[in-house]
């Protein structure tokens, strides 16, 4: 069974830093592409980092850059976002992504129940 836990969130106030992390179990972590989303009330959900890979480059978000660091540690199944210089617009639901290759069956994605980032002004 694919298990994924974020944890981390919380209230914290503007410019402040939080550390995200998300827990991964029951299928190849090390193969899968992670990342990770979020979602404000009332707007879309936005891909906040990627990382296809532990050799790869991270990709992120325009909003976030130079802010928040995205880093995976495959011998843990463990993924996790490091947020600096918070913003209110920062305040969202953030969500970890499991994108897996199943070869020539595609992909199977996986997300975590959230955890909330409140960035207080």
């Known amino acids: 069974q694919e298990q994924i836990e974020e944890s981390g969130g919380g209230l914290v106030q503007c410019g402040g830093s939080l550390r995200l992390s998300c827990k991964c179990s029951?299928?190849?972590?090390?193969?899968?592409?992670m990342s990770w989303y979020r979602q404000a009330p009332g707007k879309e959900s936005e891909l906040v980092a990627s990382?296809?890979?532990?050799?790869?480059?991270?990709t992120y978000a325009d909003s976030v850059k130079g802010r928040f660091t995205i880093t995976r540690d495959d011998d843990k199944d463990t993924l996790t976002l490091q947020m600096t210089a918070l913003e209110p617009e920062d305040t969202a639901t953030y969500y970890c992504?499991?994108?897996?290759?199943?070869?020539?069956?595609?992909?199977?994605?996986?997300w975590g129940q959230g955890t909330q980032v409140t960035v207080s002004s």
């Open positions: 029951g299928f190849l972590f090390s193969r899968s592409t």
């Open positions: 990382i296809v890979d532990r050799y790869s480059e991270p």
């Open positions: 992504r499991a994108d897996e290759p199943m070869g020539r069956f595609g992909t199977l994605e996986y």
